[in-house]
């Protein structure tokens, strides 16, 4: 009765988040190129399902939301983190201009791409990897399967989400609206 919990609140951000999301891959799927060859072959190694709908969207900057709440969760948990040399949103895919055709990063990307499949969505994946409810030692980490991790570069930032998990309700611990104190 006194405005949002932290509960409600994450699950908002995460719905702000997925619909973000879905909103960028997208605008990645309409205005992108497909895999290469070679790009095809390292999808398949990886465990990409339909490779072939895969889209690569060639960017000055990788987008990042323009909500301010969800801008401040972004930039308190890492996700996203500045200045992003790619960001996979399931099917589609941002490469910064200076990375357009980089082996190791869209192979990296298309590790997530796989992630995303796995788990049924932009939505799970959000739920599982990034807005993770518990902060739980048994919670995955979305690096973990990532020999040539290179974290710096992805938008998915480093920690487990149980890092995240904490950050996130501190956050929305200070995000509760003062409303009721003025009714
Ligand atoms: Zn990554």
Redesign the pocket.
């Given at each position: 009765m006194d405005g949002q919990t932290p509960i409600d609140q994450l699950e908002e951000l995460t719905a702000l988040a997925a619909n973000w999301a879905a909103e960028q891959e997208r605008r990645v799927l309409c205005e992108g190129v497909p895999l290469s060859e070679r790009e095809l072959a390292d999808a398949k190694i990886i465990g990409v399902r339909y490779p072939e709908r895969v889209r690569l969207l060639r960017v000055e900057a990788v987008p990042v939301p323009a909500h301010p709440m969800l801008a401040a969760a972004a930039a308190s948990i890492h996700f996203l983190t500045s200045a992003p040399r790619g960001l996979a949103l399931e099917y589609g895919i941002f490469v910064r201009s200076d990375h357009w055709r980089d082996r190791a990063l869209i192979a990296?990307?298309l590790?997530?791409t796989a992630q995303f499949q796995r788990l049924g969505g932009i939505l799970p994946f959000l739920q599982t990897y990034i807005f993770a409810r518990r902060n739980s030692p048994l919670s995955p980490n979305?690096?973990i399967p990532?020999r040539n991790?290179r974290?710096s570069e992805?938008?998915?930032g480093i920690g487990s989400s149980g890092d995240r998990s904490a950050r996130l309700f501190r956050l929305t611990g200070t995000l509760s609206t003062p409303a009721a104190r003025f009714s």
């Open positions: 990296h990307e590790v997530h979305l690096h990532m991790r974290l992805c938008a998915f």
